[in-house]
T-cell receptor, first 111, second 114 residues
Framework: DAKTTQPPSMDCAEGRAANLPCNHS???????VYWYRQIHSQGPQYIIH???NNETNEMASLIITEDRKSSTLILPHATLRDTAVYYC????????????FGTGTRLQVTL | DTEVTQTPKHLVMGMTNKKSLKCEQH?????MYWYKQKAKKPPELMFV???????INESVPSRFSPECPNSSLLNLHLHALQPEDSALYLC?????????????FGSGTRLTVV
């Protein structure tokens, strides 16, 4: 699976949009971009995934560049409860592929 | 039921003890996983079960022994552990008949080896 690069930490004011970037320049055509987050002392939580089109669900939006070498997770109105480590993972879409976590971005939402 | 339940939530064991971690899901997922997470590090994959058969072992020491007795249950048997095995052990599950599906994680068992 392709490797990803994320900034180690980011800050965001409550109520503002949090934009978390991820570089995955070696992604191949059949690999998907997944985002998970882990709030302190809890298990990781699935947020969203996409192949090449932008995706939106009730939690977040995922913007993937046209060349698919990078993506951005957008939390439109961050709250204190969104403080967590956010992991961007590139994974082959096959059912037997592994979910391998990188070091992630620690997002701190402040008042 | 959309949860993965792990028990116990906390476990303290001596290096000569034998203990087991339990994971249960009733979502009909046919893939189940064990991850290990040390403090301030990302989760690391240990084992993958597909249709109740072990499909991936990430070179985990034999003092960790997984078992999948049925499609809803996953156990991790622990024996002769070392203090460095102290960590958060996470269980997850996913569907196998749908591509591109997210994993559902439990809240983990925090293990301390003394």
């Amino acid at each position: 699976d392709a490797k990803t690069t994320q900034p180690p930490s980011m800050d965001c004011a409550e109520g503002r949009a949090a934009n978390l970037p991820c570089n995955h320049s070696t992604i191949s055509g059949n690999e998907y971009v997944y985002w998970y987050r882990q709030i302190h002392s809890q298990g990781p939580q699935y947020i969203i995934h996409g192949l090449k089109n932008n995706e939106t669900n009730e939690m977040a939006s995922l913007i993937i560049t046209e060349d698919r070498k990078s993506s951005t997770l957008i939390l439109p109105h961050a709250t204190l409860r969104d403080t967590a480590v956010y992991y961007c993972i590139v994974r082959w879409g096959g059912t037997a592929s592994k979910l391998t976590f990188g070091t992630g971005t620690r997002l701190q939402v402040t008042l | 039921d959309t949860e993965v339940t792990q028990t116990p939530k906390h476990l303290v064991m001596g290096m000569t003890n034998k203990k087991s971690l339990k994971c249960e899901q009733h979502m009909g997922h046919r893939a189940m996983y064990w991850y290990k997470q040390k403090a301030k590090k990302p989760p690391e994959l240990m084992f993958v079960y597909s249709y109740e058969k072990l499909s991936i072992n990430e070179s985990v020491p034999s003092r960790f022994s997984p078992e999948c007795p049925n499609s809803s249950l996953l156990n991790l048997h622990l024996h002769a552990l070392q203090p460095e095995d102290s960590a958060l052990y996470l269980c997850a599950s996913s569907q196998l008949d749908r591509l591109n599906y997210g994993y559902t994680f439990g809240s983990g068992t925090r293990l301390t080896v003394v």
